[in-house]
């Protein structure tokens, strides 16, 4: 069987074809890359993803009716813009690693007005104390874990006293298409009084404001 056109003006429009498909999918990402790149940015901006298609993540989106499940803030660490994030631990991601990563490479910037520098110093300071924290599976409220929003909250709150979102329990969430899940994560437990804050509630403070 003959894969390739036998002459050469069918080789060459193979060829053609072949690499416009190729310009088209790296525009796609680069375009995406690059827009971001040359848009306003500063310390402390929030973005938003929504993370590839995976149980976890899916059921996030599933309990919080959200595209968004996953957030993080960008600082400028070693030089280069970086996303300060908890995702297995708390720790830094290069944008670019970042952004490539997301569903579909999308991604929301949001911000909070008028930060001056010294507030923007302060949020880079909080972070430290957080990294290297294991990712919190349970979604509890305490310090010892640490999940995405619960990061960014965190953060917010004890440096600036600015908080991001709302608390919710479990139970006032879509839970219930997922409850083998959440008893599986949970011992067989279904902790609905257990408060949470999630990405979509940062996303929708009324304290930011959407830059990208």
Known sequence: MKVFPPTFLGKLRLSILLVLLLVVAIT??????ASYALADKQEGD???QTLPHGQLADEIGNITQSEWTHCGILVRENDQWQVAE???????????????RGRSIKVAALRVPN??????????????????????????PDDTEI?????VYKVYNHALGIQLGQWQKLGDLNWKPSESFIRGMENGQLPL??????????????KLKRVF
Not at 86 to 100: E, R
Not at 147 to 151: A, I, K, Q, T
Not at 193 to 206: A, G, N, Y
Request: aromatic fraction near 14%.
């Open 115 to 140: 930060l001056n520098e010294e507030q923007r110093g302060k949020i880079t300071a909080e972070i430290k104390k957080f990294l290297n924290k294991p990712y919190d599976y349970h979604y509890a």
């Open 193 to 206: 009084d257990r408060e949470m804050i999630t990405p979509v509630s940062v996303f929708k403070s009324d």
């Open 46 to 48: 929030i973005l938003f």
């Open 28 to 33: 796609y990402r680069v375009d995406v890359h």
């Open 86 to 100: 908890a995702i297995g631990d708390v720790h830094y991601t290069p944008l670019h690693l970042w952004i490539g």
């Open 147 to 151: 999940y995405c929003s619960e990061l």
